[in-house]
T-cell receptor, first 115, second 112 residues
Framework: AQSVTQPDIHITVSEGASLELRCNYS??????LFWYVQSPGQGLQLLLK??????LVQGIKGFEAEFKRSQSSFNLRKPSVHWSDAAEYFC?????????????FGTGTRLTVIP | EPEVTQTPSHQVTQMGQEVILRCVPI?????FYWYRQILGQKVEFLVS????????KSEIFDDQFSVERPDGSNFTLKIRSTKLEDSAMYFC??????????FGPGTRLLVL
């Protein structure tokens, strides 16, 4: 069965420091991969996505993610974190060729940014 | 920029009561979804809807749940007889031909 693992429940970084949030998936083929961000009391905003092609994808707000097939990973990175990046980050997997293509989410990583 | 909207933003109901959560997907989208997020847990898929019928549903989506697209713009989730464990944030999402789903801001449901 497909699954998405975000091993870090909570990460704290200093403003200006670099960030990497981990995501691993389990699926028999290459899925569609997404990162969403959820600010407190808000909905889910799409940060970036990977469908095919270049394995390094750029998203909004200065985020990027790299798909590594050999590691079944899709880690999210940002070179310099801003205080406004404090939020919950969700990695999600969509299954290719399943029609409606519902998403499977990881448990999320809460990011705290300290001055 | 078009967005998915949901109403109400918050709803409090008594156990056993019926609730209807409403969503207005992005206008030219074809696929519609409901997800839920119990407090502190991950977002879980409930149901997908395409061409006026359910495409897929999870084991959570039992007979107490139903979805409807009553007109050209709204997409609703009905819970017939709410239970305490239905308390959650419910997200609507939609997508067009592309694979990206766009989510609404959610409805926080509290069952007392």
């Amino acid at each position: 069965a497909q699954s998405v693992t975000q091993p870090d429940i909570h990460i704290t970084v200093s403003e200006g420091a670099s960030l990497e949030l981990r995501c691993n998936y389990s699926y028999g083929a290459t899925p569609y991969l997404f990162w969403y961000v959820q600010s407190p009391g808000q909905g889910l905003q799409l940060l970036l996505k990977y469908f095919s092609g270049d394995t390094l994808v750029q998203g909004i707000k200065g985020f990027e993610a790299e798909f590594k097939r050999s590691q079944s990973s899709f880690n999210l990175r940002k070179p310099s974190v801003h205080w406004s990046d404090a939020a919950e980050y969700f990695c999600a997997v969509g299954l290719i060729g399943t029609g409606a293509n519902n998403l499977f989410f990881g448990t999320g990583t809460r990011l705290t940014v300290i001055p | 920029e078009p967005e998915v909207t949901q109403t109400p933003s918050h709803q409090v109901t008594q156990m056993g009561q019926e609730v209807i959560l409403r969503c207005v997907p992005i206008s030219n989208h074809l696929y519609f979804y409901w997800y839920r997020q119990i407090l502190g847990q991950k977002v879980e898929f409930l149901v997908s809807f395409y061409n006026n019928e359910i495409s897929e549903k999870s084991e959570i989506f039992d007979d107490q749940f139903s979805v409807e697209r009553p007109d050209g713009s709204n997409f609703t989730l009905k819970i017939r007889s709410t239970k305490l464990e239905d308390s959650a944030m419910y997200f609507c999402a939609s997508r067009g031909q592309a694979e990206t789903q766009y989510f609404g801001p959610g409805t926080r449901l509290l069952v007392l």
